[in-house]
Nanobody, 126 residues
Framework: QVQLVESGGGSVQAGGSLRLSCQAS??????????MGWFRQAQGKEREGVAA???????RYADSVKGRFTISKDNAKNTLYLEMNSLKPEDTAMYYC??????????????????WGQGTQVTASS
C-alpha cells in the first residue's frame, strides 16, 4: 500500500511558477519500484496525464507542458515534485499524484496507476 499527499498548489498570475510536492508513505519498496506521475483535471474535462517518471529517472511529458514543467523525485524523502513554470490559464486544474507499476517509459494513462492522492488545486489567471 502507498499513501500519497499532494501540496504546493495555489493561485498565480499567468507566467508565474509553482512547485507541487507529493509525499508518499507506506511501502517504500513499492514507491521506489514503479512509475510515479502527475495528472490533472480541469473543471468539466477528463483527467489527463501531465508527467511521469520511472525508477531510473526516465521522464515523460504531455506535449502541452513540455519545456515548462519538470518532474523529479527524491527517493530518500519519498517525495515526488512537479516544477511548473510559465503557467497559463489553461493549466488551471486539480493536480493529482499517482503511483503505479514499473515501465521503462511510464505511460501517461490512468490504468497504469493504482494509487492516487486527493489532489491540490492550481489556478493560473490572466
Amino acid at each position: 500500500q502507498v499513501q500519497l499527499v499532494e501540496s504546493g498548489g495555489g493561485s498565480v498570475q499567468a507566467g508565474g511558477s509553482l512547485r507541487l510536492s507529493c509525499q508518499a508513505s507506506g511501502s517504500a519498496y513499492r514507491y521506489n519500484s514503479g512509475c510515479m506521475g502527475w495528472f490533472r483535471q480541469a473543471q468539466g474535462k477528463e483527467r489527463e496525464g501531465v508527467a511521469a517518471i520511472n525508477t531510473y529517472g526516465s521522464t515523460r511529458y504531455a506535449d502541452s507542458v513540455k519545456g515548462r514543467f519538470t518532474i523529479s523525485k527524491d527517493n530518500a524523502k519519498n517525495t515526488l515534485y512537479l516544477e511548473m513554470n510559465s503557467l497559463k490559464p489553461e493549466d488551471t486544474a486539480m493536480y493529482y499524484c499517482a503511483a503505479g507499476n514499473h515501465y521503462s517509459s511510464c505511460p501517461l494513462s490512468e490504468p497504469t496507476y493504482g494509487y492516487w492522492g486527493q489532489g491540490t488545486q492550481v489556478t493560473a489567471s490572466s
